[in-house]
C-alpha cells in the first residue's frame, strides 16, 4: 500500500476477489467430497451390507486429498467484474447437487464391479477407493468457475502437479496392491475412464445448477421490483 501510484489499490482488490473465489470453490469442493463419502459409505452398510473401503484405505483417501487442497491457495481464479459477497443458498445448493450426483456415480461403478464384472469384495474395494480418489481431484477442476472448466483461467501448474500426482499415486497403490488387494492395470484403468465420463457430465450438471440459480434469481429481482412499483403507486399521493 506504500507504493506510489493508484495501481496497488487495483492489485489488492483484484487478489482480494481471486481470494473469495478460491475461499467459495474451496467450500463447495469441501462440502460436496464430505457428502458424497459419508452418504456413499452410510448407505453402502446400511442397504447393502458391503463396506466400500477399509480404514487404511480411509487414511490414505484422505492423506492423497490434502496434498491437491492445499494447493488451492495457489490456483489462478478468476476475478469478478462487480464485487462479491458469500450466497450460502448458492454454495450450498451447488455443493449438494455434485454431492449427491457422485454418490449416484459411486454406486453405479460399484453395481458394474459386482453384477457386470462379477469381482469379489477384496477386488471391488480398492477400485471403489480409486473412484473418488480419481473422481475427488477432478472435481476440484469443476469448482473453479461457474461455467466449462476451459471457460475460466486454466487452474496453475502447483495445483494440476499435486492432483495428477496424487492420483498416480492412488491408481499404483490399487494396481500393485499397496495396503490392499492388487487389481492390475485393466480394471483401474477402466476406472480411470468412468471418472472421465462422470467429470463430463458433472461439469454439464454444475452448469445446469448455476443457470437455474441465475434464473431464479432474476425472477425473484423482477418479482421485487414490481412490488416496490406498485407500493410507490399506491403511496403516491394523489392530486
Known amino acids: 500500500m506504500t507504493a506510489p501510484g493508484l495501481s496497488v489499490i487495483t492489485r489488492a482488490i483484484e487478489e482480494a476477489r481471486q481470494i473469495f473465489e478460491r475461499m467459495t470453490g474451496y467450500a463447495i469442493y469441501r462440502i460436496a467430497e464430505t457428502s458424497r463419502i459419508l452418504l456413499f459409505m452410510t448407505v453402502s452398510i446400511l442397504v447393502f451390507n458391503f463396506y466400500p473401503v477399509t480404514a487404511i484405505m480411509v487414511v490414505l483417501l484422505a492423506l492423497l486429498n490434502d496434498l491437491p487442497i492445499m494447493m488451492i491457495a495457489y490456483d489462478n481464479a478468476p476475478i469478478a467484474e462487480k464485487p462479491v459477497r458469500w450466497n450460502m443458498t448458492r454454495v450450498l445448493t451447488v455443493a449438494s447437487v455434485l454431492g449427491i ?83 492390475g492395470w485393466k480394471p483401474a484403468l477402466m476406472v480411470w475412464a468412468y471418472a472421465l465420463i462422470l467429470f463430463g457430465i458433472g461439469s454439464l450438471v454444475k452448469i445446469g445448477t448455476y443457470r437455474l440459480l441465475e434464473n431464479r434469481a432474476k425472477h425473484q429481482a423482477r418479482h421485487l421490483e414490481r412490488i416496490e412499483g406498485r407500493l410507490v403507486n399506491h403511496t403516491r399521493p394523489r392530486s
Open 101 to 183: 450426483y457422485g454418490v449416484f456415480g459411486s454406486f453405479g461403478l460399484y453395481l458394474i464391479l459386482r453384477n457386470y464384472l462379477g469381482l469379489p469384495q477384496p477386488e471391488i474395494q480398492p477400485l471403489i477407493f480409486l473412484k473418488p480418489l480419481v473422481a475427488g481431484h477432478m472435481t476440484i477442476y469443476l469448482t473453479r468457475n461457474r461455467g466449462p472448466v476451459w471457460a475460466g483461467p486454466w487452474p496453475s501448474w502447483k495445483l494440476v502437479v499435486l492432483c495428477e500426482t496424487t492420483q498416480i499415486l492412488g491408481a499404483l497403490a490399487v494396481v500393485y496392491g499397496w495396503f490392499m488387494a492388487p487389481t
